[in-house]
């Protein structure tokens, strides 16, 4: 009895599974890959041939599947929107938000939530431009057995970039082009979602290979289309260069995104500055704190058109709200103490904002958290700090408590590289 039991639980899992493979690959034929260029429509092809020759029929369709993943709303219940958009083009996907700023507090404190910053000119040392981003996401899932880090160089004259990530995830989590721009992700949970655009693990990819600067990289930018809500953003280091010796910048713009709409935000922005959340019954209160020569975001925006649109709380009690102010909090200590950010002021800057528990500003020696992977960049340079999440299970670590390696990626974006 009990070996039927398990058998048909078995049976039951593996239709599951084959479901939502269907499913997947459903959205990715229909939608998501409709609007990829034709070099990674091909590029992507050439994977499931060479994977097919070594004897691996749907390792092709487990990367297009990843794509789809990761591409997802935070909420899975939040992809009916998605649905509804494509069943019926012309409804209006938008409700009335539960409190007066977002329909929920989101996720719990710790998993599926992402941070990114940028600082550049008076505040680091001189004068260079420092960048990270923080994945905090489902920990301690094996993957970390499987840490990546892939240069591509395109043979169509595009611009070398590494990106850093996990196998079997094609795109740039986060990374870094030969020219000196860095891409950055951070959820950003609207109800305005489809999959009617460019995925946005290959679109940041994109931008590194074919933008030389910030104004070549909102140029692709709005050249493409938004698909989920997400928090990106793109700094340059050629920006930063010119911004030392006194051209205006903006040197790194963070992108609140959903469908048909992206709200740019340069440093010190009053949108930002202006932004406050009402609880009911009571007064309101400020949630933004812009620096000049700096710019940030968790997993909240800042723009009216966003926050209007935003699933989840605004609260200041909200962990992304919080881990936000962690951000600011740091750069404004280090400008109070006359202290100019650089490598390891950067470092302690990413470490503070990736998800390690309950306490932002130490590791303890637990298996709380959730960041799997955190990484810091100095794109002037070609130099990236990168940690992954550590070991399993009772030793498991957030990466920020790992080990951070140092890459020069100069060699690497070489027009002949070692490789």
């Known amino acids: 009895m009990h070996a039927r039991r398990c058998l048909s ?10 479901a939502l493979g269907d499913a997947l690959d459903w959205q990715w034929r229909d939608y998501l890959s409709r609007q990829l260029p034709v070099q990674y429509m091909l590029e992507l092809q050439g994977i499931a041939d060479g ?22 709303p935070g909420d899975v219940e939040d992809f009916v929107f998605i649905l509804l958009r494509e069943m019926f083009p012309n409804l209006n996907t938008t409700l009335p938000p539960r409190d007066a700023g977002g329909r929920g507090m989101g996720p719990s404190k710790h998993g599926l939530q992402c941070s990114m910053f940028a600082v550049w000119g008076n505040r680091t040392q001189g004068n260079a431009l420092f960048s990270a981003r923080n994945l905090d996401w489902n920990k301690d899932t094996g993957i970390n057995k499987n840490k990546l880090v892939t240069v591509t160089v395109p043979n169509d004259g595009g611009n070398p970039s590494v990106q850093f990530g996990f196998v079997g995830l094609w795109g740039a989590l986060t990374g870094m082009s030969s020219k000196g721009l ?17 995925p946005w693990i290959l679109r940041l990819r994109y931008i590194m290979e074919y933008a030389s600067d910030i104004s070549e990289a909102r140029r692709l930018w709005e050249e493409t289309n938004n ?28 992108m609140e995104t959903m469908y048909e709409y992206t709200a740019y935000f340069a440093d010190n922005d009053q949108r930002e ?13 400020h949630i933004g704190c812009p620096l000049a020569e700096a710019v940030w ?18 609260s200041p009690s909200s962990w992304s709200v919080q881990r936000y102010m962690f951000i600011h909090e740091a750069l404004q200590s280090y400008e109070n103490r006359n202290v100019k950010i650089g490598y390891m002021e950067a470092l302690n800057i990413t470490a503070i904002a990736g998800d390690k528990g309950d306490h932002a500003y130490i590791c303890e020696d637990n298996t709380d958290g959730s960041n799997v992977l955190s990484v810091t960049f100095q794109p002037q340079d070609h130099i990236a700090y990168a940690a992954w999440e550590r070991s399993s299970g009772a030793n498991w670590r957030p ?18 590289p070692p490789f």
């Not at 698909?227 to 963070?254: I, K, R």
């Not at 500055?273 to 209160?285: I, K």
């Not at 909240?300 to 209007?308: A, N, Q, R, S």
């Open 182 to 198: 860095t891409v950055h992700e951070a959820n950003l949970e609207e109800d305005e979602i489809t999959f009617e655009g460019f």
């Open 227 to 254: 698909t989920v809500g997400f928090n990106h953003m793109v700094a340059s280091g050629p920006d930063a260069a010119a911004y030392a010796q006194g051209q205006a910048g903006p040197v790194a713009l963070a």
């Open 297 to 314: 975001r968790t997993n909240h925006g800042y723009d009216p058109v966003i926050m209007k649109n935003y699933e989840w709380s605004l």
């Open 399 to 416: 990466a920020t408590c790992s080990t951070y390696i140092k890459i020069d990626f100069t060699a690497w974006f070489q027009p002949n």
């Open 9 to 18: 639980c078995v049976r039951f899992l593996q239709l599951v599974g084959a």
């Open 51 to 72: 994977a097919g020759a070594q004897g691996c029929q749907v390792c092709g369709s487990y990367i297009t599947r990843a794509v789809v993943l990761a591409n997802a």
């Open 273 to 285: 500055a202006s932004a406050t959340y009402t609880p009911s019954g009571g007064a309101p209160v």
